[in-house]
């Protein structure tokens, strides 16, 4: 038998400490000098980098931990976890399937077989796994002699429909554990899909008082919308917007959605069915699909929404159909999923043979956004549809996130592949005339859009959450004004862009516009993004529409090494300070943060700074001017030309590059320019080697 190292002892501690950094360091010494625990460094390091969100880097070392020792069920378990979040169903399937065989088979890897097979299209597999629970003794005592593993099995009977065994369980749960909240979650679930709402939202207050999970808060919501409770059910959906992405503003809105005639449970399946053959006769054949799937998932035993779901595919020369939940209310979001979608079109990388069926409410952020995106893609807006897929849609039938996400960076500064966002001709007749309504002559006239993030939208969307409203994003419209006078010199207009703000401009000149308080619309917020010059302005959704287009962009007041992707883009950082006494934050304790569990929590949220005892400091007057008139000379292909900024860049790139975490990381690899003059005033801070 081994003898633990003192190392290993220090790694685990690491570890357990939140320090990864540091626990990181320790495991590749132990690579290096003890071999003889190589095996558990891999591993250990591949969970970094799991929970880091660095998918390639954790299959590569989870991968090569197997290879040192295939003996180790915990291995294969959670290598099939890092295969299961991009996507390789089948590659999880059998890491899982590994694991058990070699004795890893808990309730919970079972139930997460179950998923599995769900997943990967093969139905009969995940039902004969889940019958496991009453025919392996082994697993049957796990399940009896601890309640938490009974839990993997309440949720498996959930899946397939089983409420009365899955009651019987939770009621043998809470005998043992009475305030259990995951028991008591999973009790209102069942009672709601027996329609016993009033019964559900008892259950649900029983988890609440235990633990705020914003999850069960918003099933509780869903309860009480369907007991005619829409002012508590509104306040639920409010207080889960940071969570879930989407609001619905007021009280108003909700009663007017006609979500509280929503009904899901299991016995609506055969109903929600005939609505798909209605829409099939109607010639809506992607409204048809996705409500078989949806009755499949209402369902999942019975055959008969399956084979018309397989039929009406085959129809349309598919195999599979994939769903995507827009975060709808987030334009932002919306917007760069969407296009990302297109984009991996455009490179081939979307199967033929599968139908990806993106879902909105009926209140998006733009309607325009959502009225283009339809004409690229298949696309259902409806509020019964979205909120029903968003409760009990089968694994089987979710996107992968790294369908969307996967290579982003590479996708946007990928010269060959060009945005997909066009205008009809009636579009751009359009937005001519608003133009012009504006002032703009759509033949001669150039302009800069501008915008500066401030409460102005989150005050009237998001009342009563203030902790969603990010402060430190926000930025005083009025510091652009040195800026403004560049563009102005050199001939252009500038429009300032934006909704609801709190701050008009001052700046007043002829050809210097305040848009965003003369009536904006959502069609125009888009035209003028789409045609500007270039767009400068702060982290926000408006920032995202000129990703899509590919319209050049300087991002303004952004984090230290954060940047957005795209062909011709700029990125200006704001400083770091400590609250207390206005002294930077050194640049080693700053990136620091990225090592640590969970590093946009603490560096990108205004709780984050406030516990660490941060604050930004926004970029100066001055600071803006030299940020645009590096942007002009990027578009005329003049930036950066001398050898010592290029240099200078790529020291900056290299602090960066091998970073723990993504949203710093990948910038620096695809050398997303940043504001030489910044680099020079602040290269102490930066470098403060020399």
């Given at each position: 038998?081994?003898?633990?190292?003192?190392?290993?002892?220090?790694?685990?501690?690491?570890?357990?400490?939140?320090?990864?950094?540091?626990?990181?360091?320790?495991?590749?010494?132990?690579?290096?000098?003890?071999?003889?625990?190589?095996?558990?460094?891999?591993?250990?390091?591949?969970?970094?980098?799991?929970?880091?969100?660095?998918?390639?880097?954790?299959?590569?070392?989870?991968?090569?931990?197997?290879?040192?020792?295939?003996?180790?069920?915990?291995?294969?378990?959670?290598?099939?976890?890092?295969?299961?979040?991009?996507?390789?169903?089948?590659?999880?399937?059998?890491?899982?399937?590994?694991?058990?065989?070699?004795?890893?088979?808990?309730?919970?890897?079972?139930?997460?077989?179950?998923?599995?097979?769900?997943?990967?299209?093969?139905?009969?597999?995940?039902?004969?796994?889940?019958?496991?629970?009453?025919?392996?003794?082994?697993?049957?005592?796990?399940?009896?002699?601890?309640?938490?593993?009974?839990?993997?099995?309440?949720?498996?009977?959930?899946?397939?429909?089983?409420?009365?065994?899955?009651?019987?369980?939770?009621?043998?749960?809470?005998?043992?554990?009475?305030?259990?909240?995951?028991?008591?979650?999973?009790?209102?679930?069942?009672?709601?899909?027996?329609?016993?709402?009033?019964?559900?939202?008892?259950?649900?207050?029983?988890a609440l008082s235990a633990v705020r999970d914003l999850e069960v808060v918003y099933d509780q919501g869903i309860a009480l919308q369907r007991v005619g409770r829409l002012d508590e059910a509104q306040s639920a959906f409010n207080e889960t917007t940071a969570k879930f992405g989407y609001t619905l503003s007021r009280g108003a809105d909700l009663k007017a959605t006609g979500l509280a005639e929503l009904d899901i449970s299991p016995d609506q399946a055969e109903g929600v069915r005939r609505r798909g053959h209605e829409a099939e006769h109607a010639g809506r054949p992607i409204e048809a699909v996705t409500l078989f799937a949806l009755a499949s998932s209402l369902s999942p035993r019975d055959e008969k929404p399956r084979q018309d779901l397989e039929r009406l595919l085959a129809r349309l020369g598919k195999r599979r159909v994939l769903f995507h939940r827009l975060v709808h209310s987030a334009l932002g979001m919306a917007v760069i999923e969407m296009d990302l979608f297109h984009r991996k079109i455009?490179?081939?990388?979307?199967?033929?043979?599968?139908?990806?069926?993106?879902?909105?409410?009926?209140?998006?952020?733009?309607?325009?956004?959502?009225?283009?995106?339809?004409?690229?893609?298949?696309?259902?807006?409806?509020?019964?549809?979205?909120?029903?897929?968003?409760?009990?849609?089968?694994?089987?039938?979710?996107?992968?996130?790294?369908?969307?996400?996967?290579?982003?960076?590479?996708?946007?500064?990928?010269?060959?592949?060009?945005?997909?966002?066009?205008?009809?001709?009636?579009?751009?007749?359009?937005?001519?005339?608003?133009?012009?309504?504006?002032?703009?002559?759509?033949?001669?006239?150039?302009?800069?859009?501008?915008?500066?993030?401030?409460?102005?939208?989150?005050?009237?969307?998001?009342?009563?959450?203030?902790?969603?409203?990010?402060?430190?994003?926000?930025?005083?419209?009025?510091?652009?004004?040195?800026?403004?006078?560049?563009?102005?010199?050199?001939?252009?207009?500038?429009?300032?862009?934006?909704?609801?703000?709190?701050?008009?401009?001052?700046?007043?000149?002829?050809?210097?516009?305040?848009?965003?308080?003369?009536?904006?619309?959502?069609?125009?917020?888009?035209?003028?993004?789409?045609?500007?010059?270039?767009?400068?302005?702060?982290?926000?959704?408006?920032?995202?529409?000129?990703?899509?287009?590919?319209?050049?962009?300087?991002?303004?007041?952004?984090?230290?090494?954060?940047?957005?992707?795209?062909?011709?883009?700029?990125?200006?950082?704001?400083?770091?300070?400590?609250?207390?006494?206005?002294?930077?934050?050194?640049?080693?304790?700053?990136?620091?943060?990225?090592?640590?569990?969970?590093?946009?929590?603490?560096?990108?949220?205004?709780?984050?700074?406030?516990?660490?005892?941060?604050?930004?400091?926004?970029?100066?007057?001055?600071?803006?001017?030299?940020?645009?008139?590096?942007?002009?000379?990027?578009?005329?292909?003049?930036?950066?030309?001398?050898?010592?900024?290029?240099?200078?860049?790529?020291?900056?790139?290299?602090?960066?590059?091998?970073?723990?975490?993504?949203?710093?990381?990948?910038?620096?690899?695809?050398?997303?320019?940043?504001?030489?003059?910044?680099?020079?005033?602040?290269?102490?801070?930066?470098?403060?080697?020399?």
């Open positions: 038998m081994q003898t633990e190292s003192r190392l290993l002892q220090a790694a685990r501690s690491h570890s357990r400490a939140g320090r990864s950094a540091a626990a990181t360091a320790v495991y590749r010494r132990i690579i290096e000098d003890e071999p003889q625990f190589k095996a558990e460094a891999l591993h250990a390091l591949g969970l970094i980098a799991f929970g880091e969100g660095r998918d390639d880097d954790a299959l590569d070392l989870l991968a090569k931990a197997i290879d040192a020792d295939r003996n180790v069920a915990l291995y294969y378990a959670n290598f099939s976890r890092a295969l299961e979040k991009v996507g390789h169903f089948s590659g999880a399937i059998s890491a899982a399937g590994q694991a058990v065989a070699l004795g890893g088979g808990s309730p919970e890897l079972i139930e997460r077989l179950c998923n599995l097979f769900l997943a990967a299209d093969q139905l009969d597999k995940a039902l004969s796994t889940a019958a496991e629970f009453d025919s392996n003794p082994a697993l049957a005592a796990m399940v009896e002699a601890d309640p938490m593993q009974r839990m993997a099995r309440v949720r498996v009977r959930r899946l397939f429909g089983d409420h009365g065994g899955a009651r019987a369980d939770l009621l043998r749960v809470l005998i043992v554990e009475p305030g259990l909240p995951a028991a008591w979650h999973q009790f209102g679930r069942i009672e709601r899909a027996a329609g016993a709402d009033a019964r559900a939202i008892v259950c649900y207050g029983r455009q490179l081939g990388q979307v199967p033929d043979d599968t139908l990806v069926v993106f879902l909105s409410g009926i209140s998006p952020s733009n309607r325009s956004v959502t009225a283009m995106a339809a004409r690229l893609m298949p696309f259902v807006v409806d509020d019964r549809i979205y909120y029903s897929m968003l409760e009990v849609m089968l694994p089987i039938f979710r996107l992968p996130e790294s369908w969307l996400w996967g290579a982003e960076y590479e996708d946007y500064t990928n010269p060959e592949i060009k945005s997909g966002w066009v205008f009809t001709p009636e579009e751009r007749e359009r937005g001519r005339e608003g133009m012009k309504r504006l002032g703009l002559d759509p033949d001669k006239d150039w302009y800069v859009a501008i915008f500066a993030r401030d409460n102005g939208w989150a005050v009237k969307n998001l009342s009563g959450m203030p902790e969603t409203y990010t402060h430190f994003r926000n930025a005083d419209i009025n510091s652009y004004h040195e800026a403004i006078q560049l563009i102005l010199d050199r001939g252009g207009t500038v429009v300032r862009m934006g909704a609801v703000p709190e701050r008009a401009l001052t700046f007043k000149h002829p050809k210097v516009i305040d848009y965003a308080t003369l009536g904006r619309e959502d069609f125009m917020d888009v035209f003028l993004v789409a045609h500007a010059r270039f767009f400068m302005g702060t982290p926000a959704g408006i920032l995202d529409v000129a990703r899509v287009f590919d319209t050049p962009t300087l991002h303004v007041n952004f984090a230290i090494g954060w940047a957005h992707p795209g062909k011709k883009v700029l990125h200006l950082p704001k400083r770091l300070v400590r609250r207390a006494t206005g002294e930077p934050v050194p640049f080693a304790e700053y990136l620091a943060h990225y090592s640590e569990p969970d590093p946009v929590g603490a560096v990108f949220s205004d709780a984050g700074l406030a516990r660490n005892g941060y604050a930004y400091i926004d970029n100066t007057p001055e600071e803006l001017r030299e940020a645009a008139e590096e942007m002009f000379e990027l578009l005329e292909g003049r930036w950066a030309q001398d050898p010592a900024d290029r240099e200078l860049l790529d020291r900056y790139f290299a602090l960066f590059e091998n970073a723990a975490h993504r949203v710093v990381s990948e910038p620096a690899r695809a050398r997303l320019p940043v504001v030489l003059a910044h680099l020079r005033r602040y290269r102490s801070w930066y470098f403060p080697d020399g």
